[in-house]
């Protein structure tokens, strides 16, 4: 944290701190009923028709190539929990969620991000911000907002990322990793509305959020910053626990199908036939959701995790915001192996030069039922899950093998409804049709 200090010129502070002036506190809107048994909120993949930052021009296969590299990106941050360094940001997630902040309430699209737990949006009066479609959120328009002051339980509660500013009068946050993406800015609160499904608005008085000031990195401007659903204190998740208690649930769609599901509270569970249940790891820091990963089954062939490397309970991170699955070098060796062995088709390289294993098709093939088995949770994964479509004449396994840091990305979570419980402790999945609702 120290480090990224330096960054913030006092002068700059000063400067903000003259800028951003104090309006008084109204009282907060009523919940509505809903509040209290659940709500509903669309995701938009960036690259969907509906996302602001999605380009016409781009083919299926360059949008997909464009996540790939924000897959790595990601993982250089994932790989800073390695170190004793607990401020990551994680901006390459692909689901943006709308919400608003402030009032009146001033529209905001942040990055869904199962991996970070601030939420932040970027700030008027700004010093360094990157382009964004929507307006920038002016604090000093909104009659609910608040500078958090220095010595607030909301300040000192998260030590690893907020520090005062030189006056002492308000505290700021920082979170960043040396990738070059960054925030900084006010730790505030303001009134959250939620929009959920069926024209239903939820608002949420007092909300902690970071309204950043200097922000950069890998953003593409059709957000305006990150919601951060990880599992600290701090993340969405746990400050509505009145009404998540805990639960959020999402049900992702492919990347050019229409949207996707991101449900709170009661609207979270995951029941009926079919779902499987595997416990939570609790680990430093508890942004991340570890699981455990015993193995993989390619048809009746099961592969089992290797104690080289990453081992044991927590060995893998559950992530949305990560393209590919990234498995330890071993068992990926077998399960490319074990795939190798049963589809006799033309391979060729990745054209996209991403992905090891490639066959030459334009359509579908038929391979062995893939099964991941978490500790007490089989998956059966469907064909999609499994495979992508990389160029028209190119289908890959779509996997990496990674030398240290397991993480089941979104890909192999599409058109499953995957569960969150953090008072339980479990991640619960059920096989779903995630595009329609
Ligand atoms: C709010 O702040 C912006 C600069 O960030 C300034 O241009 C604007 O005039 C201010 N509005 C009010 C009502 O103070
Ligand atoms: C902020 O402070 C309030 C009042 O002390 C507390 O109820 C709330 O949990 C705090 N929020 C966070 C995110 O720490
Ligand atoms: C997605 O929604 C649009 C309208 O918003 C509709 O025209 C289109 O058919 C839908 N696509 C799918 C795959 O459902
Ligand atoms: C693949 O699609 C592109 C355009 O999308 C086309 O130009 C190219 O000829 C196609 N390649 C093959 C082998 O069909």
């Known amino acids: 944290m120290s480090k990224t200090m330096i960054l913030l010129k006092p002068t700059l502070i000063t400067y903000i701190a003259l800028t951003i002036s104090l309006v008084s506190m109204s ?36 949008r997909l190539a464009n996540a790939l590299r924000r897959s790595f990106n990601r993982l250089q941050r994932f790989k800073a929990d390695r170190l004793p360094q607990p401020d990551i940001i994680n901006s390459g997630g692909e689901y943006l969620m709308k919400y608003s902040i402030g009032t009146p309430a001033v529209p905001s699209l942040g990055i869904a991000d199962t991996g970070s737990d601030i ?6 009066p700004c010093l360094k911000c990157f382009k964004q479609e929507l307006p920038l959120f002016q604090p000093n328009t909104s009659s609910t907002y608040r500078k958090i002051p220095c010595n607030a339980a909301n300040c000192t509660s998260f030590p690893e990322i907020t520090f005062c500013s030189v006056r002492r009068k308000k505290c700021l946050y920082t979170e960043g990793y040396g990738d070059g993406s960054f925030t900084q800015g006010v730790l505030s609160t303001d009134t ?3 929009a959920s499904t069926g024209r239903k608005r939820v608002s949420v008085p007092n909300f902690v959020f970071g309204c950043g000031f200097r922000n950069g990195g890998t953003f593409t401007g ?3 910053g990150i919601v951060g659903l990880g599992g600290g204190k701090a993340s969405l998740v746990r400050q509505l626990g009145f009404l998540t208690r805990g639960k959020f649930s999402y049900c992702l769609v492919s990347v050019s199908d229409n949207t996707s599901k991101l449900n709170f509270g009661a609207n979270a569970e995951v029941l009926g036939r079919g779902v499987v249940s595997t416990p939570m790891v609790m680990k430093s820091p508890e ?13 009746n062939q099961r ?3 290797s104690d080289s490397g990453v081992s044991g309970e927590g060995n893998i991170i559950i992530d949305s915001g990560t393209t590919l699955t ?3 070098i071993d068992l990926y060796n077998q399960v490319e192996n074990a795939l190798k062995s049963s589809i006799k088709l033309k391979r060729i390289k990745d054209p996209q030069g991403v992905l090891d294993l490639c066959y030459f098709t334009r359509n579908d093939i038929r391979i062995p039922e893939v099964t991941v088995h978490f500790k007490g949770a089989d998956l059966k994964l469907r064909h999609d899950n499994v495979l992508v479509r990389t160029s028209n004449v190119s289908l890959c396994l779509a996997a990496k093998p990674v030398q240290d840091l397991a993480i089941y990305g979104y890909l192999a979570q599409v058109n499953f409804l995957v569960g969150y419980d953090l008072v339980k402790r479990t991640v619960s999945f059920k096989a779903a049709d995630c595009g329609r609702s």
């Open 192 to 194: 959250l509305t939620l």
């Open 303 to 305: 592969l089992e995790m």
């Open 27 to 62: 009282k907060s809107d009523p919940l509505t009923e809903e509040s209290t048994t659940g709500l509903t909120i669309d995701l938009i993949h960036r690259d969907s028709p509906q996302s602001p930052s999605y380009d016409p021009l781009l083919t299926p296969a360059q």
């Open 287 to 299: 942004t991340f959701y570890r699981l455990t990963l015993e193995g993989i089954s390619v048809g």
């Open 119 to 124: 939420t932040w949006t970027q700030c008027q």
């Open 222 to 224: 059709g957000e305006s």
């Open 326 to 328: 990234l498995l330890p």
